[in-house]
Every structure is written in C-alpha cells, then in structure tokens.
C-alpha cells in the first residue's frame, strides 16, 4: 500500500492551490485520511483530517481557508488551500488509516509535497 501526493508548487500570497493524494495496492478499506504539514524548523503538525463519512476536522490556523474532500472511489483525498499565507510555507504529507486485504491495518505516509506561498 502506498500513497502519493501531487499538487503542490508556488504561489503568491493569497493565492489557491489543490494537491491530491491517491492511495494504491491492496486495500480493503481506509478509514481517517488526513493532512499534515511540516515547515523547516518546526515540528509536523496536524492540518485536516477526514473520515470515511465525511467528518472533517481542521486545525484552527488553516480553518475557513482549507477544505478537506476524498473520492472513497479512487482512494484519493484533496486539500483545497484558499487564502494562503507565508505561513503556510511547508512540507504537506498525507495519512491513511488502510485496512489491507491481509494483515493488520497500517499507517500509511506519503513521500510529501512542498508548498511555497511567497509575499
């Protein structure tokens, strides 16, 4: 099972961007998916999270300006980034929760995508 990100780039001070993370390989289910982010210096921290109903939960410093969705058909989350700041200047990785078609379930990492939101 692995994921992997796309979407992130450069972008101007309140500026959008969308990236999408696909999950692939055996799996029977996935329950939460989230985003995290890591900025240099600082510690990965929780940006949003979904789950396989549709509950959505959001830091408070990215809350109103990004929206968390998934597509249970393709395994894929996205994370909608509207109003973007300096600050948001990251790392973004995602994480499932997989329940493989064998074993035990796994947490599952992406390889991470970099956003750079420039003055």
């Known amino acids: 099972v692995r994921l992997v990100e796309s979407g992130g780039g450069l972008v101007q001070a309140g500026g959008s961007l969308s990236p999408s993370c696909a999950a692939s390989?055996?799996?029977?289910?996935?329950?939460?998916m989230s985003w995290y982010r890591q900025a240099p210096g600082n510690q990965r921290e929780l940006v949003a999270t979904i789950t396989s109903e549709g509950n959505t939960n959001y830091a408070d410093s990215v809350n109103g300006r990004f929206t968390i969705t998934r597509d249970n058909d393709r395994s894929t989350v996205y994370l909608q980034m509207n109003g973007l700041k300096t600050e948001d200047t990251a790392v973004y990785y995602c994480?499932?929760?997989?329940?493989?078609?064998?074993?035990?379930?796994?947490?599952?990492w992406g390889q991470g995508t970099l956003v750079t939101v420039s003055s």
């Open positions: 994480k499932a929760d997989v329940r493989p078609s064998v074993g035990p379930g796994l947490e599952v």
């Open positions: 390989g055996s799996i029977r289910s996935i329950t939460a």
